[in-house]
């Protein structure tokens, strides 16, 4: 009898202890079912957002039809005193290889001769017409135009370091075309300012 009794009392205390224990153990899977469930959203939102972001070809031509400007693109890179190095050919632009592709987020720089030898055309002997607004374009290896609009024009010294020139945390993605300009210095053998032209990429 004695047994019989304990037996029922220890079966009466099991089972209110699995009552007890029981909303715990059913909030604890919900919980985690619940967690995996978002960490599964946003392994799918940032899947669709990689989806989503625009690829960028190698730049290949650059045309700026108010300059009749269309010249074939370089890649150039720093020189040895950490300079931007400037295109071979007085009738093609450089673009700034370890930056940004054009029409990527970012500043991508694009690098053009003024005032060549002997006075002969350059490329960006013009580059100081340029407006507010003047539309400048992007021919890429996959086809593409991209189009930017110009902003602003800034002059700056030749030792001027002008990081904004190479970069942006806008977000946002703009081209910038630097030239010389100024009288040429027989003594430095250089022209004592930089031009450079600041523009957006259009949506």
């Not at 720093?78 to 700034?96: E, F, H, I, S, Y």
């Not at 902003?151 to 081209?175: C, I, M, P, W």
């Not at 300009?181 to 031009?195: A, C, F, I, N, V």
Request: glycine content about 6%.
């Amino acid at each position: 009898m004695f047994s019989k009794t304990l037996f029922r009392q220890i079966r009466i205390m099991i089972i209110l202890m699995v009552i007890a224990v029981l909303p715990a153990i059913i909030l604890y899977f919900v919980n985690k079912n619940f967690t995996q469930d978002v960490l599964v959203v946003v392994k799918n939102t940032d899947v669709l957002i990689k989806q989503e972001e625009e690829v960028f070809g190698l730049p290949l031509r650059l045309k700026i039809p108010t300059l009749n400007i269309d010249a074939a693109i370089e890649y150039v890179d720093l020189t040895p005193v950490g300079a931007m190095d400037v295109p071979k050919d007085q009738n093609n632009v450089g673009w700034l290889e370890i930056g940004v592709r054009p029409g990527e987020i970012g500043s991508a720089v694009l690098a053009g001769h003024y005032g060549w030898k002997s006075k002969a055309p350059s490329v960006f002997d013009d580059l100081y017409k340029l407006q507010k607004d003047d539309k400048i374009y992007i021919e890429d290896s996959t086809g593409k135009i991209i189009s930017f609009a110009v902003r602003e024009a800034k002059r700056y010294d030749q030792k001027a370091t002008a990081s904004e020139v190479f970069s942006s945390n806008d977000g946002l993605a703009h081209l910038n075309l630097i030239t010389c300009e100024g009288t040429w210095d027989e003594l430095s053998k250089s022209y004592p300012t930089r031009l450079v032209i600041f523009a957006d990429k259009e949506q």
